[in-house]
């Protein structure tokens, strides 16, 4: 028996490299639609690269439902709307994967 996550949503921060890629590409895997949530930059936070494209392009061509978002999440005001839309149309249909810093992001999340 497999965990399937079929009609979820998935936002993965940190997913263009290391244990945000993996989880991104197994949650493709089991069905869910991923968002894939990175910068691409250094571990400094400075710099740009095609980090979350690539994961994209990955799933994408194992058939996978996948879009990137290289922006940064804590705090910005359209990772924000974007979440608050998925949750006000479905609070069960998101899960949320961070490989940032949980207490600054989930306030956010939750107008607090």
Partial sequence: MSIRFDD???IV??????LGREYALELARRGAKVVVNDLGGDRSGTG??????KVVDEIEAAGGEVVAQ???NTGDT???AQVSEVLA???DA?????????????PSLFGQ
């Fill in 8 to 10: 979820r949503v998935a």
């Fill in 13 to 18: 921060t940190g997913a263009g490299g290391g």
């Fill in 48 to 53: 740009a690269s095609d980090a979350a494209q």
């Fill in 70 to 72: 290289p922006t940064y």
């Fill in 78 to 80: 359209n990772f924000d």
């Fill in 89 to 91: 149309a479905d609070p």
């Fill in 94 to 106: 998101i899960a949320l994967i961070t490989f940032e810093e949980v207490k600054t992001i989930l």
